[in-house]
């Protein structure tokens, strides 16, 4: 069946710090690939998304690259602010066209310390 | 765009009780709506899958008649916890999708149940 893995947390970086969450993912076929973001006590946003290989996703200085080849899309950003503390989950939708259930990876917790 | 509410955002109620959420999409109409539970520290486990106007799909291990789920229209969908006891407190999150995209969900804020 599908699944996602993520790296385990939490991971705790400085402010300003390289962020990189790893994801891989199993799957037949050309899924659609998501990372989304849960604040404490809230529900998930989404935070970006690719639908097919070698697409970027961006959002709010986030980025993750649809790799085919190594069936991954890591979570990446430059310089980390306090702020982007929360839990992040990559997620995988099986094909677009029709709705398909969601497989969501663990989740990572994010602490960024000042 | 794509705005899903949920009502309430936190509930407490007695052993034995029943309770309902709520869950809106607010600017689309969602023509799939998804129940999800998720414990501390976990990820999200699918409860069940509703389509407007149709029975819910439950996941298995889920009990449907302890989870009632109903989707009268194309922006309301209800999960009722019926004689909730202190095992189903939890975070209780909803998520919507509609046609033109029905791969990308739009999740609720969810709500933080807790029964004493």
């Known amino acids: 069946g599908d699944s996602v893995t993520q790296m385990e947390g939490p991971v705790t970086l400085s402010e300003e710090a390289f962020l990189t969450i790893n994801c891989t993912y199993t799957?037949?076929?050309?899924?659609?690939l998501f990372w989304y973001v849960q604040y404490p006590g809230e529900g998930l946003q989404l935070l970006l998304k690719?639908?097919?290989?070698?697409d970027k996703g961006s959002n709010k200085g986030f980025e993750a690259t649809y790799r085919k080849e190594t069936t991954s899309f890591h979570l990446e950003k430059g310089s980390v602010q306090v702020s982007d503390s929360a839990v992040y989950f990559c997620?995988?939708?099986?094909?677009?066209?029709?709705?398909?259930?969601?497989?969501f990876g663990t989740g990572t917790k994010l602490q960024v310390i000042p | 765009g794509a705005v899903v509410s949920q009502h309430p955002s936190r509930v407490i109620c007695k052993s034995g009780t029943s309770v309902k959420i709520e869950c809106r999409s607010l600017?689309?109409?969602?023509?799939?709506m998804f129940w999800y539970r998720q414990f501390p520290k976990q990820s999200l486990m699918l409860m069940a899958t509703?389509?407007?106007?149709?029975?819910?799909?439950?996941e298995q291990g889920v009990e449907k008649d302890k989870f009632l789920i109903n989707h009268a229209s194309l922006t309301l969908s209800t999960l009722t916890v019926t004689s909730a006891h202190p095992e189903d407190s939890s975070f209780y999150i909803c998520?919507?999708?509609?046609?033109?995209?029905?791969?990308?969900?739009?999740f609720g804020p969810g709500t933080r149940l807790t029964v004493t």
């Open positions: 600017d689309f109409q969602a023509t799939t």
């Open positions: 998520s919507a999708s509609g046609a033109d995209r029905p791969y990308e969900q739009y």
């Open positions: 690719a639908t097919k290989a070698d």
């Open positions: 997620a995988l939708v099986p094909s677009p066209g029709g709705y398909q259930k969601v497989t």
């Open positions: 799957a037949t076929g050309y899924p659609s």
């Open positions: 509703s389509n407007e106007g149709s029975k819910a799909t439950y």
